[in-house]
């Protein structure tokens, strides 16, 4: 009789150990709005001014100090502001000044950020500059240094907002977050936006709403939305040329500056062997939802674009207006599948239906 108590109890557990309680979601399998905010968190980096504008004329290998001892805890990076873009290659920069630490900063770019991260146990010891040759550009103009703390950031530090966004949640949901008119799926999303500029080249106060939509267990959708704002670039976005690169080699085939024609299918066609002028853009940034920046001048008063693929057989943005200066074109999930070689392989195509400008760049950031 014991034993068969005993298998009794053993049976009970059994049946108790393979049914787990489940997570009660309050109210029938979904949480309020304000349950959905009070659970999320959208933070953005702050940065912190060290070093005043500047303008240093370099001898070819002289190091040029701009800071020495920078209490460097919870710091990420230390960022350089030119006041103009960098004019060639021969710029170097370096957290301690030795020798072997300097790295090149690239032609063209007037931000420039060092990652500081541990490595320095809270004190960067130097940050220098040194130009290694004697050209006519050897003068330039440092309109600002800064620390840049990001989403671990100290809390009380002064200073202003940088230009990198993170967003995390703890709510039981599935989570979307529209970012700068970019959609991550995922409890936790991150991205380096734009900041704007003054006349005089100045960052101003740059506004961005960020919106939670939470899909609940019961099939609610909910959404929460937080307003940031930026002020300052504490990660600076980088550029991916597919055309017009201007770093690009002496030993590489040119890019020029082209004007397309009228109903000129070709022409801006982004296939190697098929287009004119733009090469084929690659899977990655199909399918990453990049979007593409042209950088154009010359434009007409009656310039219409059309935006298509190779094969005419869909239509994706018509009677596109754009202006002198950058204009962007965010690529969809249907261009991406339609057009990438990993899809259907019918190439993103451009088509003028009338008017006329001058295509100098085509490039992505991030």
């Known amino acids: 009789m014991k ?17 787990p309680v489940h997570e009660d979601i309050s109210n029938g399998g979904h949480i309020t709005a304000d349950e959905l905010k009070a659970k999320s968190t959208v933070v953005v980096d702050k940065v912190i001014k060290i070093a005043e504008q500047t303008t240093v004329t370099a001898t070819a290998g002289a190091p040029i100090v701009l800071g020495e001892n920078v209490e460097a805890k919870d710091c990420e990076g230390i960022v350089i502001y030119f006041a103009e873009a960098i004019a060639d290659s021969y710029w170097e920069v370096s957290l301690t000044g030795e020798e072997n630490s300097f790295v090149s900063i690239p032609k063209n ?5 060092c990652e500081v991260g541990s490595k320095f146990n809270g004190v960067v010891p130097k940050i220098v500059l040194k130009h290694t040759q004697d050209t006519e550009a050897n003068t330039i103009t440092i309109k600002g240094v800064y620390k840049t703390y990001g989403r671990q950031a100290a809390p009380g530090k002064e200073g202003k907002f940088g230009n990198v966004i993170y967003c995390s949640t703890s709510a039981p949901v599935n989570a979307k977050w529209e970012i700068g008119g ?18 005089n080249g100045d960052y101003v106060n740059t506004p961005y709403n960020i919106v939670l939509t939470a899909l609940c267990a019961d099939g609610t959708e909910i959404k929460a939305e937080f307003p940031v704002t930026c002020q300052e670039i504490s990660n600076p976005l980088v550029k991916y040329y597919i055309y017009g690169d201007p770093t690009r080699g002496e030993d590489e085939e040119p890019q020029p500056p082209f004007k397309p024609g009228a109903w000129d299918a070709a022409a801006m066609r982004f296939s190697s ?35 298509m693929n190779g094969w005419w057989s ?53």
């Not at 799926?185 to 006349?199: E, F, P, R, T």
């Open 182 to 199: 970019k959609e991550f799926l995922g409890n936790y999303a991150w991205k380096k936006v734009s900041v704007k500029w003054d006349d």
């Open 3 to 19: 034993k068969i108590i005993f298998l009794l109890v053993i049976a009970v557990c059994a049946i108790v150990a393979c049914n």
């Open 273 to 307: 062997t098929e287009g004119a002028h733009l090469p084929t853009i690659s899977d990655e940034v199909y399918f990453g939802l990049k979007t593409l920046i042209f950088d154009v001048s010359d434009v007409t008063p009656d310039f219409d674009l059309k935006v």
């Open 109 to 113: 770019v007037s931000i420039y950020r």
């Open 314 to 366: 869909n239509t994706y943005y018509d009677h596109v207006k754009w202006k002198d200066g950058l204009n962007e074109l965010p690529i969809t999930e249907t261009m991406a599948k339609e057009c990438a070689k990993g899809g259907e392989g019918r190439d993103l195509d451009l088509m003028l239906y009338s008017g006329s400008m001058t295509l100098k760049a085509v490039y992505y950031e991030e």
